[in-house]
Each structure stands twice: as C-alpha cells, then as structure tokens.
C-alpha cells in the first residue's frame, strides 16, 4: 500500500482551501524587539514583528534573560525527569509559590505548556466529579475544547459572552448535578473580555464550579500582572484560573491555580501532568523573574495600553478597517482568506512588516484579519510606517477602507 497517498490527499485538500500554513524562519533579536531577521529565500532581512504574544517583550527582558543563563549555568538544562522520579527542581517549587501568591489563591500547578494545563486540568477535574456538567463558552480555545473532549463528560455550549443563554442553561440543569464553567478571561482574536462577575454571579446562584482562561491577560491587567479577574477584583470569586509563561511572562509552561485540595487532586490524578518531565529548571527561574518584575513594574501596562490605543488611533484615522476592540489586541478586518495571505506576503516582502494572516478556522469564514499586536517598544515612528505600509497594500489589494466598509453595510 502506498501510505504516502493518504499524505499528499490531506495536505492537497488544505491547499485547495487556502488553509496550508507557512511558517516563517525567523531570528529575533535580544535587545532591539521588535525587530527580528527573517531568512528570506533571497537571503537575511531587517523585519519588525507586529504580531507577537511576547505581549510585553518580557522574553528579552534583561533580568529574566539573566535568570535563565544564571540558572542553567548553576543547575543545568533539562529536569531529569517527571517530578515523582526527580522530585521538584527548587525554582519550579518557588514558581509555584509566586503564582499561588500572584491570584491569591493557596497553590498552583505548572505544567509544560498552558495548552497541556486546559486539555489535562479540565479533563481531570470533569472526571474527578460524578456526572459532571461542562458549561462551555462557544469561543474557548482549542486545548478547553480538548480537555472537554477528553474528560467524556456532558457538555453543553452557550452562545460567547451570553449570559443569558449560559443562565437558561444553568437553570435546565438539575440542581444536584456538579457543574463547571469554562470560559476565558480575554478572547484573543476580537479582543473582547468576558463579563466575569456576571458569570460569578451564575455560578453562585446555580452551585457551579469556574475556571478561567486568563492566558491573554496574565502579566498585562491588574495591578500586578494577575489579569482581568484582578483588575476587576473577581480574583476570590473564581475557583480556577489557569495561565501561561510563555506570553506575557516571555518563557514557556501553563498552570492552574486554586485551593490546595483540588490541586493536589490534579496533581494526583492528571496524566498530562504526572507521565511528562517537568521544566527545566532554568526556564521556571526566569518565569518566576517575569512575573515577580510585572508584579511591582507598572511600566510595561501602561506603555502597552498606550501603544494599542495610539494604533487604533493612527489606523483609524487612516480609514483602515480597525474591528472594535476592548484591549491591547488590534483586529483589521479582511473579510477573504487569499487577499489576507497576500495582504501579509506583501507587507513581508515589501515592507519587512511580519503579521501572520488569521484566516478560518481561527475565525469564522468572512471575518478573516490580520491580528496586530503592539509592545511596549513599537514606537511611533513604528506606528507610522505601519499604517504607511498597510494603507499601501490596501491600495494595491484594493480592500476596501471604512467609509467603504460602513457603506456597504
Ligand atoms: C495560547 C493559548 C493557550 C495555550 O498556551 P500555551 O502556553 O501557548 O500552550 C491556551 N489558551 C489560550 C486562550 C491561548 O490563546
């Protein structure tokens, strides 16, 4: 049999939908973020980056590089194994500390990445409580949607952000059964926020359990860093809250965070967590340096903030079709899935501009976009060659700008 056929069928049938993903080969560069290089096929090239998750630039950050160098010359690389063989490296242990400490909650839990916390953690949790009910928001992530698939419970979908729907479904549940509501803090590609109290205030009346998605807004809302829960104080309110290191905190691994007993059940029971190696040692001191310094630092919010609405601004006033966004995420809408990838190739190639194109199933056919999102350190002058370049390629594409767009409608 030839099994290479299978292969070439289920890569052939992504080219036919524009769905094949390319990756650029990039090198970024410590100390001059955003710009990178890009190994072009005609050779290196100056690029800035205008897409990153290294929301804040913490992955250059010159303590939390020191962490990770000073750490990996005094301990070494790799764990050397699951923590039940190699107990736990000390800096994970401290990590787990400043967590707990950063969502005032009694313990927290890391695992390899925040995709592997969602699918491990909710599954666990589902399956550790009988005929669990899973009340899932119709935005969650895929690694929420796996933990779901995974943990073989019921689940039940309520439409995004719609209170009112997860009520009407609260309500039809019986009242006996345990319950868990999944949703995210911060959507993050419409930029959008969760109404958090309003879900808290669900739960309570209909005895649910919540876990939060806070991976978009850890290290960059609240006044330390502790995501929209703190900012908007429902932090005590929330059972779980789950996060990433390799975001804003610019390093790699995901935990949950909530009372010591349910923790300890997950550690307990998760295979996700117990049957892999644990992080390198040198890679949880320099996440414990990224959040202790976004703890204290307001810097890095307020300039981030700053530069999101100075973005908007300047493609606004630009006549560029800017989507409404809450937060430091910046949508341009596109609305065609081959126009959006030649819209990127474009601004690459034309103007070492790299955005990655955001087309289906990322988001819904139609609302394909470039999702844009500025750093502390994306100055104006930036700023301007940006909305330069993209009225340029909008030009050339012949995109339709906002007056357009508002017409149309
Ligand atoms: C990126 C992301 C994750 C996964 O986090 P990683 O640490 O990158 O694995 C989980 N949830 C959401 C909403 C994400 O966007």
């Given at each position: 049999m030839d099994y290479n056929v299978f292969f070439d069928r289920a890569l052939g049938q992504l080219h036919d939908e524009r769905r094949y993903r390319v990756f650029a080969d990039l090198e970024r560069l410590a100390g001059r973020y955003p710009h990178a290089i890009w190994h072009s096929p005609e050779g290196p090239r100056d690029v800035v980056i205008w897409c990153s998750n290294d929301y804040l630039g913490m992955a250059q950050h010159p303590k939390v590089v020191g962490a990770m160098v000073e750490t990996a010359a005094r301990m070494g690389t790799g764990a050397g194994g699951t923590r039940n063989i190699a107990g736990t490296n000390h800096p994970l242990i401290e990590l787990e500390r400043e967590l707990a400490t950063l969502h005032g909650k009694e313990a927290s839990l890391v695992f390899t990445s925040g995709y592997v916390s969602n699918e491990t953690g909710i599954s666990t949790i589902a399956k550790l409580l009988p005929n669990c009910l899973l009340l899932s928001d119709a935005l969650n992530h895929n690694s929420m949607i796996e933990g779901v698939r995974k943990s073989g419970t019921e689940k039940q979908v309520w439409r995004h952000n719609d209170v009112a729907h997860l009520e009407q479904l609260l309500r039809a549940a019986d009242p006996d059964r345990p319950k868990l509501i999944l949703c995210e803090s911060l959507y993050s590609m419409d930029g959008d926020v969760a109404p958090l109290h309003k879900i808290c205030d669900l739960a309570e009346r209909y005895g649910a359990l919540t876990y939060v998605d806070e991976v978009h807004a850890v290290g960059m809302y609240g006044p330390h860093g502790g995501g929209i829960s703190e900012r908007d104080g429902a932090t005590a309110r929330i059972d779980?809250?789950?996060?990433?290191?390799?975001?804003?905190?610019?390093?790699?691994?995901?935990?949950?965070?909530?009372?010591?007993?349910?923790?300890?059940?997950?550690?307990?029971?998760?295979?996700?967590?117990?049957?892999?190696?644990?992080?390198?040692?040198?890679?949880?001191?320099?996440?414990?340096?990224?959040?202790?310094?976004?703890?204290?630092?307001?810097?890095?919010?307020?300039?981030h903030q700053d530069r999101a609405a100075r973005l908007k601004s300047v493609l606004n006033a630009a006549r560029l079709p800017v989507m409404p966004s809450d937060t430091h995420i910046v949508p341009l809408h596109v609305g065609d899935p081959e126009k959006c990838k030649m819209a990127c190739d474009l601004l690459l190639s034309d103007y070492g501009i790299y955005i990655q194109p955001i087309n289906y199933p990322t988001v819904p056919r139609g609302l394909e976009r470039l999702r844009i999102t500025p750093s502390p350190y994306h100055d104006d002058a930036l700023i301007d060659r940006l909305a330069e370049a993209l009225v340029d390629v909008w030009d050339q594409l012949m995109l339709p700008r906002q007056s357009q767009v508002l017409a149309a409608e």
């Amino acid at each position: 049999m030839d099994y290479n056929v299978f292969f070439d069928r289920a890569l052939g049938q992504l080219h036919d939908e524009r769905r094949y993903r390319v990756f650029a080969d990039l090198e970024r560069l410590a100390g001059r973020y955003p710009h990178a290089i890009w190994h072009s096929p005609e050779g290196p090239r100056d690029v800035v980056i205008w897409c990153s998750n290294d929301y804040l630039g913490m992955a250059q950050h010159p303590k939390v590089v020191g962490a990770m160098v000073e750490t990996a010359a005094r301990m070494g690389t790799g764990a050397g194994g699951t923590r039940n063989i190699a107990g736990t490296n000390h800096p994970l242990i401290e990590l787990e500390r400043e967590l707990a400490t950063l969502h005032g909650k009694e313990a927290s839990l890391v695992f390899t990445s925040g995709y592997v916390s969602n699918e491990t953690g909710i599954s666990t949790i589902a399956k550790l409580l009988p005929n669990c009910l899973l009340l899932s928001d119709a935005l969650n992530h895929n690694s929420m949607i796996e933990g779901v698939r995974k943990s073989g419970t019921e689940k039940q979908v309520w439409r995004h952000n719609d209170v009112a729907h997860l009520e009407q479904l609260l309500r039809a549940a019986d009242p006996d059964r345990p319950k868990l509501i999944l949703c995210e803090s911060l959507y993050s590609m419409d930029g959008d926020v969760a109404p958090l109290h309003k879900i808290c205030d669900l739960a309570e009346r209909y005895g649910a359990l919540t876990y939060v998605d806070e991976v978009h807004a850890v290290g960059m809302y609240g006044p330390h860093g502790g995501g929209i829960s703190e900012r908007d104080g429902a932090t005590a309110r929330i059972d779980i809250l789950e996060g990433t290191l390799a975001k804003a905190f610019g390093c790699l691994g995901g935990y949950i965070a909530a009372n010591a007993n349910l923790i300890d059940a997950v550690r307990s029971y998760a295979p996700g967590f117990i049957f892999t190696t644990a992080l390198p040692p040198a890679v949880c001191a320099a996440a414990t340096a990224a959040i202790r310094h976004l703890k204290s630092s307001q810097w890095e919010r307020d300039r981030h903030q700053d530069r999101a609405a100075r973005l908007k601004s300047v493609l606004n006033a630009a006549r560029l079709p800017v989507m409404p966004s809450d937060t430091h995420i910046v949508p341009l809408h596109v609305g065609d899935p081959e126009k959006c990838k030649m819209a990127c190739d474009l601004l690459l190639s034309d103007y070492g501009i790299y955005i990655q194109p955001i087309n289906y199933p990322t988001v819904p056919r139609g609302l394909e976009r470039l999702r844009i999102t500025p750093s502390p350190y994306h100055d104006d002058a930036l700023i301007d060659r940006l909305a330069e370049a993209l009225v340029d390629v909008w030009d050339q594409l012949m995109l339709p700008r906002q007056s357009q767009v508002l017409a149309a409608e």
